[in-house]
């Protein structure tokens, strides 16, 4: 491991992308800092409810969505780089001999790999522990979730870096195709929300991003742990079978179609796991506690048809509300969105049916055109003959914090400067001890 670990570490160039990593992340946590400053502001003028001011929304969540870009622009730079560069120095075959497994090589250099690239997390760590002395609120519990998240991101990244390398002879090669795994989930993404792109939409399930997402949220879902986890071990089992050289490229392509064939239906199976936990502070993402018991009561199955665009406002509020929380509380509840199998209807070209909500509880039927949560949930009580539960929330009080002064200059001194210039002078003295010896 100690060589896996200098070939990682002592490089100037994972250094390097350390620091580029930490101003990046640094900039959008001073963005979101600012931001919610101007919001706490009106919090406490009276003009805005304190306990709308919500940190994990407002600061966490923006500054790990910065880690995301960094992991899927700059994590292949740092991972596949591990491997490539013993291919390219023709040293890669001559130590999977002088160890006697191929496979073992490869897993010490994907946890050195592993190691490097944790790098470009540690600074939106740095970055809310600054926060919290500025006075900023940061929960504990539902920020380790977000960072949870993250880290299972990291590691699907490290095992695409680390077996485009072993399938690819350059590094350069290596880098491009893990970047270019990594982007197609924002491509798939960006159906989200248009009509136009409903197709891409229809892939959503394979995104990366939207199972990371659940996380930022302060929700733990099993369904999304799973994906993950099997989509880093058949990118593992690529990597180990794209290394192995003394199989012929016929074996090797037909091993790998193999299981590619098997992720594939192991990623659709625990796709369908909706299974999750509320670890938010005060259960915030959850409906109320009465209203929680009241639905799991119901023993007829639940299904909700919602006739809304993706372009359409308000169903963008549905999908990240209520039916968010349905679906916390009865993962077994079916959702569905007609509209989205009809790519070829022209936006505004409706029928008098457009914006119906139609709710199913057993063989009662409900419909509204109300997007509220609370009409919505006391209609699928209503069709299962329940009565309206107590609507009360724990108390949540909100955290406003104004970030300014001389708190500001430090915090953006911090961010800008000292944490980026950590990893550059970092590097350089790790560099220059490799350069010594």
């Known amino acids: 491991m ?19 990593a930490a101003l990046l992340v640094g900039h959008g946590f001073v963005l979101a800092v600012d931001l919610f400053s101007s919001a706490s502001r009106s919090a406490l003028a009276g003009s805005l409810q304190p306990r709308e001011m919500d940190p994990l929304v407002g600061v966490v969540r923006p500054t790990l969505g910065v880690v995301d870009l960094a992991l ?15 291919k390219e120095r023709g040293s890669f075959g001559a130590l999977c001999l002088q160890v006697g497994s191929t496979t073992t090589v490869l897993l010490r250099k994907l946890l050195a790999a592993a190691c490097a690239t944790s790098l470009l997390v540690l600074p939106a760590a740095a970055c809310l522990v600054a926060y919290r002395l500025a006075g900023g609120h940061v929960d504990p519990i539902e920020t380790a979730v977000a960072t949870l998240g993250e880290i299972l991101h990291l590691g699907v990244v490290v095992a695409v870096s680390i077996a485009a390398a072993a399938w690819t002879s350059t ?20 159906g989200e929300g248009f009509a136009a792109l409903a197709w891409l939409g229809r892939a959503e399930a394979w995104s990366v991003e939207r199972h990371v997402a659940v996380f930022q949220r302060g929700v733990i879902g099993l369904g999304p742990i799973a994906w993950l986890l099997v989509a880093t071990a058949a990118a593992i089992a690529l990597a180990i079978v794209g290394a192995r050289i003394d199989l012929l490229i016929r074996r ?37 506690p009465a209203v929680v018991a009241a639905l799991r009561a119901v023993p007829a199955p639940i299904a909700v048809e919602v006739d809304l665009d993706r372009d359409d406002s308000r169903r963008r509020q549905l999908e990240s ?11 077994d509840a079916d959702v569905a969105f007609p509209l989205d199998a009809r790519g070829d209807t022209a936006a505004g070209a409706h029928d008098g049916g457009y914006g119906r909500i139609v709710i199913r509880v057993g063989d009662a039927l409900r419909e509204t055109r ?15 003959g329940a009565s309206s539960p107590d609507w ?8 406003p914090a104004v970030v300014e002064g001389t708190s500001r200059r430090v915090v953006a001194l911090a961010a800008y ?11 350089l003295v790790v560099s220059r001890r490799r350069t010594g010896r």
């Open 72 to 86: 899927v622009l700059l994590g292949p730079i740092v991972a596949a780089r591990v491997v490539s560069v013993e």
């Open 171 to 190: 590094f350069a090669q290596a880098a491009a195709v893990a970047v270019v795994f990594s982007l197609t989930s924002w491509m798939i993404d960006a």
């Open 321 to 331: 509300d209520v039916l968010a929380k349905l679906l916390l509380t009865r993962p």
């Open 252 to 288: 090797r392509a037909v091993v790998a179609l193999s299981i590619s064939v098997i992720a594939i239906a192991l990623l659709a199976a625990v796709g369908q796991v909706r299974r999750a936990y509320d670890w938010t502070e005060e259960r915030r993402a959850s409906l109320p």
């Open 392 to 399: 009360t929330m724990p108390p949540y009080p909100g955290f």
């Open 2 to 20: 100690h060589r896996e670990l200098a070939i990682a570490l002592r490089a100037r160039v994972t250094w390097l992308v350390a620091a580029l």
């Open 370 to 384: 109300s997007t509220s949560r609370k009409e919505l949930v006391t209609l699928v009580l209503e069709a299962a």
């Open 417 to 427: 400067g000292f944490f980026p210039l950590a990893f550059l002078g970092t590097g």
